[in-house]
């Protein structure tokens, strides 16, 4: 089942928590090295979240049915040219 826009942003939004919960942790000492780890993971899941949003908008916007949109594998959206 496709999630729908509020559930991405959701998940954006708790990803975005947890990423800021790490970096608070590590004020003053340093990332740990699974913390350094989970903070990566974190920020591909964000990039992964956002492609997925503008993909469902981008549909909508061309009238075509959002739903259709999928979640492009990690490594996909981490290539993207900024």
Not at 31 to 36: A, G, T
Not at 67 to 74: E, L, T, V, W
């Amino acid at each position: 089942m496709a999630e729908n826009e509020g559930q991405i942003i959701g998940r954006i939004d708790e990803l975005i928590a947890e990423e800021h919960e790490l970096r608070r942790s590590a004020v003053g000492q340093g990332l740990k090295p699974e913390h350094q780890a989970r903070l990566k993971e974190l920020e591909e899941h964000l990039d992964q979240c956002w492609d997925l949003l503008r993909q469902r908008r981008a549909r909508a916007e061309f009238h075509q049915n959002p739903n259709d949109a999928q979640a492009r594998p990690i490594p996909e959206v981490e290539s993207y040219q900024q």
